[in-house]
């Protein structure tokens, strides 16, 4: 049975080294995978402080990603440490399973992570849809909460920009975009000394 069970946790969580899974239930909707974490304790996220006094214990039912058409719960058993920091505002915390959950988190990092891109790619309405079509419940109103929460790029100064405007109402509202050459990415346009903004800059560089 033990050797059973590591083989279950090597095909469900090959990545993640702690985390034990205890038993999988199946049914003809469901998949409910129950785990537990097996670090020896967890450091405090306000002040870093290791502990491994634990104070009690809780289930969590993180949603994963689809298996055979039926959707994936986990019923994870994660413990509640004391920090022993005295000087801490952080009396008690929970542990995470990184790679796995995160603070208050309903879906695993995983599931976050493919829902974020299909925002991406489709935007809320539409990837709400292809969701659903994937085995996973989500409005779009939170398909965008995940994209928002997507770190953001670094951004790399450009060696060469092309200038260009817009109309966004002709004769009224006009806009400026600069393009870097290389990687064809919009840049936003900064201003120009003494406070001009870029567009103005713009139409000066045109007439002469």
């Not at 469901?30 to 537990?36: F, K, N, S």
Request: charge should be positive; aromatic fraction near 4%.
């Amino acid at each position: 049975m033990e050797e059973v069970l590591l083989r279950l946790k090597e095909l469900l969580f090959p990545s993640i080294a702690a985390v034990a899974v205890l038993s999988v239930d199946v049914n003809i909707a469901i998949v409910r995978v129950d785990a537990r974490c097996t670090a020896a304790g967890a450091a405090c996220p306000v002040c870093g402080t290791w502990s491994n006094r634990v104070h009690g214990s809780y289930p969590r039912f993180p949603a994963d990603v689809p298996s055979g058409g039926r959707r994936v719960v986990l019923q994870l058993k994660v413990r509640r440490f004391n920090c022993g920091n005295s000087d801490c505002a952080c009396r008690t915390f929970v542990e995470q399973i990184p790679g796995l959950t995160r603070r208050h988190s309903q879906r695993t990092e995983r599931l976050r992570s493919i829902l974020a891109l299909v925002g991406l790619a489709l935007a809320g309405r539409a990837g709400a849809r292809i969701a659903g079509v994937l085995g996973v419940s989500i409005s779009r109103s939170t398909v965008l909460r995940l994209v928002e929460a997507l770190p953001e790029l670094e951004v790399v100064a450009p060696r060469a920009v092309g200038v260009d405007e817009y109309a966004t109402r002709k004769g009224r509202h006009y806009g400026t975009v600069l393009i870097g050459i290389e990687t064809r990415h919009p840049h936003r346009p900064a201003a120009g000394p003494g406070g001009a903004q870029p567009g103005s800059l713009a139409r000066r560089a045109a007439w002469r």
